[in-house]
């Protein structure tokens, strides 16, 4: 059975900081990268950031950029996302996904998502 799931969400101040974690199993985790998405309500899902575990190449959205840090245990098939100095705008339900690669926009398999709410 395949499982992503989400872990780490919550409320935080803005400035502050959270670590979400996308365990995984149930598919060859060397095989797919790994991307955070992110949807708030009322908005379009946006994809956050992604990792490739092939060759550990890691991407971000310009809205994130300088603030995240995207990183996996290959080991543990566990991805990460260090979110550092959050802003209000970035609350949202957060969720990691499979794909056949960063530029894919085909979600082979999701996780149910962990709510990040940052506070002003």
């Known amino acids: 059975e395949v499982q992503l799931v989400e872990s780490g969400g919550g409320l935080v101040q803005a400035g502050g900081s959270l670590r979400l974690s996308c365990a995984t199993s149930g598919f060859i985790f060397d095989d797919y990268a790994i991307g955070w998405f992110r949807q708030a309500p009322g908005k379009e899902r946006e994809g956050v950031s992604c990792i490739s575990s092939s060759d550990n190449r890691s991407y971000y959205d310009d809205s994130v950029k300088g603030r995240f840090t995207i990183f996996s245990d290959n080991a543990k098939n566990t991805v990460y996302l260090q979110m550092n100095s959050l802003k209000p705008e970035d609350t949202a339900v957060y969720y990691c996904?499979?794909?056949?690669?960063?530029?894919?926009?085909?979600?082979?398999?999701r996780g149910q998502g962990t709510q990040v709410t940052v506070s002003s």
């Open positions: 996904a499979a794909r056949s690669s960063c530029r894919s926009r085909l979600l082979v398999y």
